[in-house]
């Protein structure tokens, strides 16, 4: 027990632990928030009167505060939450009602849209009080979308919206945009908007993008090849419109992509660029508070220029808090540093906590801080080169510990070359950094400025070709792994349990920690076995699309009338998660599995026919340019379950719904509903 005294340092992580499991239940529990408020001020009564009694300082009684504060912040992450939820809120009324909206960032041009940022207010459905929301705007790109600037106010009719259920597994984009602090996404036609003027308010986050828009717009003078202005934009101020797809791939696939990401390896530069400089005229001994401002002024003027993204605002604020732990001479533990900029944070924005980003940086900090000095400490080198790349080694290995499970769950891939390209990419993403801020400081298109970008220029085209060259060895990449969350829970608590034999030196959590392992191997084994007895057909939810899907026992036919490069995005996860082998594309209107029938009716062949008997069929599917009622269907068919795929018309999808309503014939709609799945699992 002795060994748990550390805690009594690290007050923040005592903190932490109840507001993570506040803003988990107050997420996935569906509980009044006045439950949580209850809670919330009776606990911090209880707190209260403990400071105040006269049992304070008395070891008896100390674990009555503990367990008041641990549900006072618990109970205040969970409101916070549930409150963050509530305001994720789209009109669904759909009656036409103008809804007013104002760009709060700068447009970003795509190649067939504008994409804005927008922030309005709207009467909820109750009609009993107003909202404010953000909201994510595609609008059509045309001469006057693409004159829209920051603070215009645009208005447009609210049955625009539309909620189209997803496949299973597949990449939620809502959910992705909340954890952002976005309600949603729409996309408005052309004619479908207007811009009504401009209020003159321009945020301070839209006058951040402008700045990066201007030094952009510098670099760009210089001639940079368009990859390498590419890199150098993601790199260095956040911004990865101008990468092409293929750079993009390559640097994930060789385990680089988090160069691109203005994150904590980039801020860290920064902040040791200026703490270099500031040593050359003020000796780390005096001026401390002085040295303090002038840090944190460098630190969130770079955090301002890159657009406040939230790797960057997290990278700043964990080492604003080392910054200010330094100018007033203490030495506080890295944990609880790390602890701290997490607690504020998600006091904030308590959506961060499943934020994929907000989630691998913690988590790369963690492991990093964690394994890399027992890692080092396993080899000593005496050169100045094998030392340096032994730690670089170390840094990229331990990062991969913590981020692994997650990154297998998100991105199911892992580059086998992490460590090769870490090598590469490290050092020469300093440089890059280094220079580009040189540049940046230079008058415009100066002698010493071209000299700078001709090295530069070099420098990227080096990463470039390194990254190309790891990315074509041969078993670089491991693609298509299928990791579940019990997959996650079962190697983390492996992590954790090794962590803490580390630590404490008990072999009880040695062996605690291989028992983990060996029980997600057994596992993952019995699951797979379990799902190689499964048969399984799907029509799935892709946007004008007719998209059949039949896979178990070693087959997977596919049916559709789009490209397999369209389908797959939408439907690779849930083959991985299913273990389903390779697609292969087949024409085919009658599918059977477990001895149900299933009948995908596609033209009007079978219109105005007189059958003898009719076809029995379990499942029968409407797809395509059908244009069949539901009295003309009963004639021909004898069915159990009618489907409409996403490949008919809004018209006739909606005369269907009523016909079979009316009718009381079961359906299934698939956008309106989801992808149908129909199951058999034979022993």
């Not at 990066?212 to 790199?235: C, D, I, Q, T």
Request: charged share 20%; with cysteine.
């Amino acid at each position: 027990m002795r060994s748990f005294l550390f805690l009594h340092k690290m007050p923040f992580v005592r903190l932490l632990l109840p507001l993570l499991l506040g803003i988990v239940c107050g997420k996935y529990l569906d509980c009044p928030e006045m439950v949580s408020v209850l809670v919330c001020v009776f606990s911090s009564l209880l707190c209260f009167s403990f400071l105040l009694s006269s049992v304070r300082g008395s070891y008896r009684y100390d674990w009555t505060f503990g367990v008041s504060l641990f549900l006072f912040v618990a109970s205040l992450g969970a409101m916070l939450a549930e409150r963050e939820v509530s305001s994720f809120w789209m009109p669904r009324n759909g009656d036409g009602v103008l809804l007013l909206s104002e760009v709060v960032e700068v447009p970003e041009e795509k190649p067939s849209t504008v994409k804005c940022l927008v922030s309005m207010s709207c009467r909820d459905s109750g009609g009993t009080s107003d909202r404010d929301c953000l909201l994510l705007l595609y609008v059509r790109k045309d001469s006057v979308s693409k004159s829209l600037r920051c603070g215009d106010v645009l208005a447009f009719p609210d049955n625009l919206f539309r909620e189209s259920k997803l496949n299973p597994e597949e990449f939620d984009y809502a959910t992705y945009l909340r954890s952002q602090g976005i309600s949603g996404s729409l996309y408005l036609p052309a004619g479908k908007w207007k811009r009504l003027g401009s209020v003159g308010r321009i945020s301070l986050k839209a006058h951040a993008m402008e700045v990066r828009r201007l030094l952009l717009s510098k670099l760009s003078k210089y001639g940079f090849a368009e990859e390498e202005f590419g890199v150098l934009s993601a790199m260095v101020l956040g911004c990865r419109e101008y990468m092409d797809v293929e750079t993009k791939e390559s640097y994930a696939r060789t385990g680089a992509s988090h160069i691109l990401a203005v994150s904590g390896l980039h801020v860290g530069v920064v902040f040791f660029v200026f703490s270099f400089i500031l040593n050359l005229f003020w000796p780390p001994g005096r001026w401390k508070l002085f040295r303090a401002v002038l840090l944190l002024l460098a630190l969130w003027t770079y955090a301002f220029v890159t657009g406040l993204p939230s790797s960057v605002v997290r990278s700043s604020v964990m080492l604003s808090f080392v910054c200010i732990g330094m100018s007033i001479g203490r030495k506080s533990s890295i944990y609880n540093t790390v602890a701290a900029s997490a607690f504020f944070m998600l006091l904030c924005h308590p959506s961060y906590l499943f934020d994929v980003s907000f989630q691998l940086s913690f988590a790369a900090v963690l492991s990093i801080v964690f394994f890399q000095p027992r890692i080092h400490s396993v080899f000593t080198f005496d050169g100045w080169l094998p030392e340096k790349l032994w730690s670089l080694f170390s840094v990229s290995l331990a990062a991969q510990i913590g981020t692994l499970p997650i990154s297998l769950f998100y991105f199911h891939q892992f580059a086998n070359y992490f460590w090769l390209s870490g090598f590469v990419v490290v050092p020469l993403s300093a440089v890059i950094i280094y220079l580009t801020i040189f540049l940046m400081v230079l008058p415009e298109l100066s002698l010493v400025g071209e000299l700078v970008s001709d090295v530069l220029n070099v420098v990227l085209k080096v990463m470039n070709v390194s990254v190309r060259i790891i990315e074509s060895m041969p078993c670089a990449t491991i693609s298509d792994v299928g990791f579940g969350r019990m997959d996650v829970f079962l190697v983390f608590l492996a992590i954790l349990l090794f962590s803490s034999y580390l630590v404490l030196r008990s072999s009880r959590l040695l062996y605690l920690s291989m028992t983990s392992l060996l029980f997600y191997l057994c596992y993952s084994v019995c699951l797979k076995y379990d799902k190689s007895k499964e048969e399984m057909f799907a029509v799935y939810n892709i946007k004008n699309a007719s998209v059949l899907n039949c896979f178990g026992r070693g087959r997977n036919y596919v049916t559709s009338n789009v490209p397999m490069e369209m389908v797959r995005p939408h439907v690779s996860n849930f083959w991985m998660e299913k273990n389903a082998t390779m697609p292969e594309c087949c024409d085919r209107d009658y599918f059977e599995i477990g001895g149900r029938r299933i009948f995908c009716l596609r033209d009007s062949s079978f219109k105005n026919k007189e059958a003898g008997r009719l076809m029995n069929v379990d499942v029968l599917v409407l797809s395509g340019n059908v244009d069949y009622s539901v009295a003309e269907i009963n004639s021909i068919f004898e069915y159990g379950l009618l489907v409409f795929d996403s490949s008919i018309s809004r018209k006739y999808r909606s005369r269907l719904r009523k016909e079979c309503e009316g009718s009381n014939v079961k359906f299934h709609d698939v956008v309106e509903s989801g992808a149908f799945l129909m199951e058999s699992h034979n022993e």
